[in-house]
């Protein structure tokens, strides 16, 4: 079975700042249906720190300079690169094309069992934040597929933030691994699944049962993306981005040999790389407390 997605960009307009050639940017991102797309990434090409994500009604507003590019992508629809001055038109994209695995069918249903694998219960070494993106390997000790029925994470959310009292939306990620280097591949969701995270808020427990995800054999990259802070009536504040990502940090040890944290410090050249390289005072490879329970079938 092939599934289709596509993605239309419509409804931009421009409004002009004080500030020479500045410009600021709001646009709706929705699907060939119309329907709007919530928690799109919007970021500028080779611009660290400039970015932004729909809200839920797939509404952005980003401060642009004419020779700037937007970066679009959100899971489960082909990533574009378009120019601010092209922005105007309606934007189609090529499919992502999803091939769905054949499921046999048995008579008898089968017991299974299951498995916490990852990070959680070891001593707490540091925090780490400043990122958008996080993720660590995972892999599986069995070599057999199973599915992925939650997952878990150690934050930590400062409480000196000027959006102190606010909570966090964040998104699932779930990744292939790269087989010529040790990073994450390709997305294994087609769905989004994003997540709120409370000011006071400590430890994540997220319920993934509904969405068949699978473990892989070699095992998979499990991870979080920060998208911003959100309002008391649950709307996306605008360009609260940076500020985010100052303020919730990932709890990690330095003990296990599950995987490894990693990082990406500009979301479209792909530069993951490994959080320790960041730590001045420890070389030493960290651990992401990141987990999933898993649910194995038995022989």
Same mark, same amino acid.
């Given at each position: 079975m092939?599934?289709?997605?596509?993605?239309?960009?419509?409804?931009?307009?421009?409004?002009?700042?004080?500030?020479?050639?500045?410009?600021?940017?709001?646009?709706?991102?929705?699907?060939?249906?119309?329907?709007?797309?919530?928690?799109?990434?919007?970021?500028?090409?080779?611009?660290?720190?400039?970015?932004?994500?729909?809200?839920?009604?797939?509404?952005?507003?980003?401060?642009?300079?004419?020779?700037?590019?937007?970066?679009?992508?959100?899971? %489960?629809?082909?990533?574009?690169?378009?120019?601010?001055?092209? #922005?105007g +038109?309606?934007?189609? /994209?090529?499919? @992502?094309? !999803?091939?769905?695995?054949?499921t046999?069918?048995?008579?008898?249903?089968?017991?299974?069992?299951?498995?916490?694998?990852?990070?959680?219960?070891?001593?707490?070494?540091?925090?780490?934040?400043?990122?958008?993106?996080?993720?660590?390997?995972?892999?599986?000790?069995?070599?057999?597929?199973?599915?992925?029925?939650?997952?878990?994470?150690?934050v930590?959310?400062?409480?000196?933030?000027?959006?102190?009292?606010?909570?966090?939306?964040?998104?699932?990620?779930?990744?292939?691994?790269?087989?010529?280097?040790?990073?994450?591949?390709?997305?294994?969701l087609?769905?989004?699944?994003?997540?709120?995270?409370?000011?006071?808020?400590?430890?994540?427990?997220?319920?993934?049962?509904?969405?068949?995800?699978?473990?892989?054999?070699? %095992?998979?990259?499990i991870?979080?993306?920060?998208?911003?802070? #959100?309002? +008391?009536?649950?709307? /996306?504040?605008? @360009?609260? !981005?940076?500020?985010?990502?100052?303020?919730?940090?990932?709890?990690?040890?330095?003990?296990?040999?599950?995987?490894?944290?990693?990082?990406?410090?500009?979301?479209?050249?792909?530069?993951?790389?490994?959080?320790?390289?960041?730590l001045?005072?420890?070389?030493?490879?960290?651990?992401?407390?990141?987990?999933?329970?898993?649910?194995?079938?038995?022989?």
């Amino acid at each position: 079975m092939i599934l289709k997605i596509k993605l239309v960009i419509s409804s931009f307009c421009i409004i002009f700042n004080i500030s020479a050639q500045q410009t600021t940017l709001i646009g709706r991102i929705a699907n060939e249906s119309n329907v709007s797309l919530p928690y799109v990434s919007v970021f500028l090409l080779n611009k660290v720190n400039n970015g932004t994500f729909t809200d839920k009604d797939g509404v952005f507003k980003l401060n642009v300079y004419p020779e700037d590019t937007l970066c679009i992508s959100h899971i %489960g629809y082909t990533s574009v690169k378009i120019s601010v001055n092209d #922005i105007g +038109k309606t934007l189609l /994209l090529k499919p @992502n094309v !999803l091939y769905l695995k054949e499921t046999t069918i048995r008579s008898k249903k089968l017991k299974s069992f299951s498995k916490k694998i990852g990070l959680n219960s070891e001593k707490v070494s540091g925090m780490f934040c400043g990122m958008d993106k996080y993720a660590m390997f995972v892999k599986n000790p069995l070599y057999r597929e199973g599915s992925i029925k939650s997952m878990y994470c150690k934050v930590y959310h400062a409480k000196d933030s000027k959006f102190k009292n606010l909570n966090i939306q964040l998104r699932v990620r779930i990744y292939s691994k790269n087989k010529i280097n040790p990073y994450p591949n390709k997305d294994i969701l087609q769905e989004n699944i994003p997540i709120i995270i409370k000011y006071n808020q400590n430890n994540l427990a997220i319920d993934l049962s509904k969405y068949n995800i699978p473990f892989l054999k070699e %095992g998979v990259f499990i991870g979080l993306d920060i998208i911003g802070y #959100i309002d +008391k009536e649950g709307n /996306l504040i605008q @360009n609260s !981005l940076v500020d985010c990502r100052k303020n919730l940090c990932i709890k990690f040890t330095s003990q296990g040999k599950e995987g490894f944290l990693t990082y990406n410090a500009h979301l479209y050249k792909l530069s993951w790389n490994l959080v320790s390289n960041l730590l001045r005072k420890n070389s030493n490879p960290v651990n992401a407390m990141l987990g999933v329970q898993v649910i194995f079938e038995e022989d």
